[in-house]
Every structure is written in structure tokens, then in C-alpha cells.
């Protein structure tokens, strides 16, 4: 068998990051660039070819819509080139979970495409990042990755793109999944998928946008008033997404606020995990509103952004999206 040829798209975070000494605590992401990427996991040994494209050098708290513009294009091309096999994005953890999922609603399911990215900087003692890319490359390199959406590989588990939250501020294991933890166990020298692949053939579930219009998270809390509502109106914002308290509730005044926003009004939870479902404590046939189900506060607000951006903003057809896995 021919080694798989991967193209590794940078975009900086801690796995790019430098501290300028192995015992340092504060450093800086995005400090490495490909060409140096590269020579490092060629330097390993892996049983793959690469090439590589510079597409930032942040801190993915930073990534805004000029990369993910960018991001797209060059995956879309290395989609359609022949000559790639798979494809990694090196990334930063703490908005991993919203580009991969971005990126997992508006992609073709051809071939693995996986982001990587680690929690502490290259120069660390003890650093996660080399481990992290060379499973990468064995995810990326592997025809069962194809068909399953966008991955994430972190701490030698592979996460699908719609489950995968950044769980922990600090530690190699920071990563979760929900409700499906990971669907598979990866090391550098072996991958074992826990089941078949779910999308083979499945074309991009939307277009990718022009733009994506602003909608802002509002967390609840105890007391929480509801001129916060308005402030976010005022901003601009076309949606928001309530980062509400368990099963995403809020005090009654600022659920009544949300229902008379008059723009889409999605509720997701501020607690770690679980599904916030319809008309449980709140009456969301009556207000309007759309449960978030399996999706964070983050992640809903990357498909509430989705679906305006292509005319999607019907509560029913929205709730249909928010429904599908
Ligand atoms: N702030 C960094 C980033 O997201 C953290 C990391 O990469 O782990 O780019």
C-alpha cells in the first residue's frame, strides 16, 4: 500500500505555541508555521507524505469570518484534489469545537478531514502536540475516517465534530463528547473505529454562506435581568442563543423579553452536558422559541448563523435542524 498523502492546514493555537522554555508557564499560540509543522512529523517517521498551507497564526480565540473563509476554500480544494488523501487542520482547543462543527455542516463527507490541536505549547516539557498530529496523520490516513463528518483528535481519542466540547480549562484529556464520547481509540501506531462510518455519500448538509450574520449567547444566572435582551438587539444582533440555566430555563422576565425579541431565539443550556429538549419547563410552542437538544450554547449559535445565512429562520424548520444528528 502507497502512504497516504495528508496536506496539513495551519492555523496556529498551542500546538503552534512557544513558551521559550520547557518549564515556562505563560507562552504564546500560533508561533510555529507549517513548513515547521511538517519537518517535525517528518522528522517522526510517519508513514505518510505531506504538504502543507499556512492559513493563520492565532490564538483560535481570535478566528473570526476571514479564516473560516479561508479555511473552507482550502479544504474545498484539497476535497477536489486528487492528489490529497486527507486532510488536518492544526488548530487551537478553545474554538476547535466551533469550526469543526462549521465546517462538518457545510462539507461534503468525501475524505477524513481532521483538526488537532493541543493544550500545552510545543516548547513544553511533556508537550501533547507531536502526539496529537502523529494521530492525527493515522486518523486522517485511514479510509474508515471518510463518511463520518469532521473529526477531532485529542489525547488519543477521535471525537465527530457534532459531539466534541472543549470540557477542562487545563490537562492533555480536555476534551468530551455528547452524547456519543469518542468514536474511536488512536495512538500513532494503531486506530480502532467503535462502529461504521454514518455519512458515506452524504453531500454538504448547506451551502457555505456569504457571511454569517451576528447572533450573541446570552447566559442565564440567578437574578439575571432582562435588558440584556435588548442590549444584544441593539448590537446588531438577527438571533440569539440563551445559554440558559439547566434544561435552558431563565427568570420568567427575561423569557418573556426573548419571546418578544423578534428574531429566532434558541435555547441551550450553560451546564456541561445533557439535551435541552421542547416544552418542558418552558413553553416553546407558545413563546417561539427552539430547543438546542444535543448542542452547546457554542454550537448552536454556529448553526443558528448557518441557518440565517441561508434563509432558514421558520421555528419549525429550525427545531427539524436542531432534531438532526
Ligand atoms: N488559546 C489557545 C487557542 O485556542 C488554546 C489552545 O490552543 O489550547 O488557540
Redesign the pocket.
Known amino acids: 500500500m502507497t502512504s497516504p498523502r495528508i496536506r496539513i492546514l495551519a492555523t ?4 503552534a ?1 512557544s513558551a521559550g522554555s520547557a518549564i515556562e508557564r505563560g507562552y504564546r ?2 508561533q510555529i508555521g507549517v513548513a515547521e509543522l511538517l519537518s517535525a512529523a517528518q522528522a517522526l517517521g510517519l508513514d505518510a507524505r505531506f504538504d502543507g498551507r499556512d492559513i493563520a497564526a ?6 473570526g469570518w476571514a479564516h473560516w473563509n479561508a479555511l473552507h476554500m482550502s479544504i474545498f480544494d484539497a476535497l477536489l484534489d486528487d492528489d490529497t488523501d486527507g486532510i488536518i487542520v492544526t ?6 469545537e466551533e469550526t469543526a462543527f462549521l465546517l462538518d455542516l457545510t462539507l461534503q463527507a468525501g475524505k477524513p478531514v481532521v483538526l488537532v ?4 505549547p510545543a516548547d513544553a516539557v511533556g508537550s501533547d502536540g507531536m502526539r496529537n498530529l502523529s494521530n492525527a496523520v493515522r486518523v486522517a490516513g485511514d479510509e474508515l475516517a471518510a463518511g463520518r463528518g469532521v473529526l477531532v483528535v485529542m489525547s488519543d481519542q477521535v471525537f465527530a465534530a457534532i459531539d466534541v466540547r ?1 470540557a477542562a480549562t487545563g490537562g492533555a484529556e ?1 476534551f468530551r463528547g455528547f452524547p456519543r464520547g469518542p468514536i474511536a481509540n488512536v495512538t500513532p501506531t494503531s486506530l480502532d473505529w467503535f462502529g461504521p462510518p454514518d455519512r458515506t455519500g452524504r453531500g454538504a448538509r448547506f451551502a457555505w454562506p456569504d457571511g454569517l450574520p451576528r447572533v450573541s449567547i446570552l447566559t442565564a444566572y440567578a437574578g439575571m435581568e432582562p435588558d440584556a435582551v435588548q442590549c444584544a438587539l441593539s448590537g446588531g444582533a438577527q438571533g440569539l442563543v440563551l445559554a440558559g440555566l439547566g434544561q435552558g430555563n431563565a427568570p420568567t422576565p427575561v423569557l418573556d423579553a426573548l419571546a418578544k425579541a423578534g428574531v429566532p431565539v434558541v435555547r441551550s443550556s450553560r451546564v456541561d452536558q445533557g439535551s435541552v429538549d421542547r416544552n418542558l419547563e418552558v413553553d416553546d410552542d407558545a413563546l417561539g422559541f427552539v430547543a438546542a437538544r444535543g448542542l452547546g450554547p457554542a454550537k448552536a449559535r454556529i448553526l443558528l448563523q448557518v441557518l440565517l445565512a441561508n434563509g432558514i429562520a421558520d421555528p419549525v424548520r429550525m427545531q427539524a435542524e436542531f432534531d438532526r444528528r
Open positions: 496556529g493555537g498551542t500546538i505555541g499560540p500560533g492565532i490564538g483560535s480565540q481570535d478566528i488548530h487551537g482547543t478553545d474554538t476547535a490541536g493541543a493544550m500545552r472543549k480536555a
